[in-house]
């Protein structure tokens, strides 16, 4: 009988945190700076409907900055998310994370970054 209980104690704690909701209370707007950042390499007759940014713990000095898109390509709307570096006010590198800023901006890809937390938060965020 230690066996079944043991697998039921498992499954409980693999599925945990399955329903837990994102923490939004460190994503701020972008800077205007950020903004025509992105704006600049975006490809195609895009249109952003709202900005999204958040600081990376993972990376020094650098901020995740998301745009939820629409336009040819994009049906109701889809989220590119850009990973840039420096201040708020004064980016300097940026880099596409993931298939959406990948594909529809000029910028270098860097989708090892979409294992990050902060991107994963801003994507969500900006798909509410």
């Known amino acids: 009988m230690r066996k079944p209980c043991f697998l039921l104690l498992v499954l409980v704690l693999a599925f945990a945190g399955c329903g837990k ?7 701020t707007e972008a800077s205007p700076e950020q903004m025509e950042f992105v704006k600049s390499g975006l490809l ?16 020094k000095k650098a901020w995740y900055v998301g745009a939820l898109l629409t336009g040819p390509g994009l049906g109701n709307g889809e989220v590119g998310v850009w990973l840039i570096s420096g201040d708020k006010k004064s980016p300097g590198m940026i880099k596409g994370v993931g298939g959406i800023a990948g594909q529809f901006s000029e910028f270098p890809k860097d989708d090892a970054a979409t294992r990050d937390r902060e991107y994963k938060i801003v994507k969500s965020y900006l798909n509410q």
């Open 21 to 27: 909701k994102m923490d939004y209370s460190k994503v």
């Open 44 to 59: 195609g007759n895009l249109k952003i409907v709202k900005f999204a940014a958040l600081k990376s713990t993972s990376h």
